[in-house]
């Protein structure tokens, strides 16, 4: 799990990814359905979902300033505002830049 950048799985993702394009039928980039379906993943018109536990309610977000994530956590009342106000609980990008690996 560690060596998640080393040459022996990298060479196992390699092999997986040829093995899902040929099932496929060869590679989708570029077709009407992969073109909606990454647009709709890379939209940033998201809705952030939230998971409550304990008396927050928490949410892990990705966007262009954290390309990693970030877990955060707000109030019900907060959420129902529309525009909530978060406290960032955990940053994996500060988290990758702090220790100088990186963790996803």
């Known amino acids: 799990l560690e060596e998640v950048l080393g040459a022996r799985a990298l060479a196992w993702v ?16 570029g077709s009407p359905l992969y073109n909606r379906l990454y647009s709709i993943l890379t939209s940033k018109e998201k809705i952030p979902h939230i998971r ?8 892990f977000w990705t966007d262009n300033d954290n390309p990693r994530g970030v877990l955060r956590k707000t ?17 994996i990008d500060a988290l990758n ?8």
């Open 14 to 29: 390699h092999a997986g990814n040829e093995q899902a394009i040929e099932r496929l039928g060869g590679d989708p980039s």
């Open 52 to 59: 409550k536990i304990g008396d927050s309610y928490y949410n």
């Open 75 to 91: 109030s019900l009342e907060s959420y129902r505002t529309g525009c909530p106000t978060w406290d960032i609980v955990l940053s």
């Open 97 to 104: 830049e702090k220790e100088g690996t990186s963790w996803v």
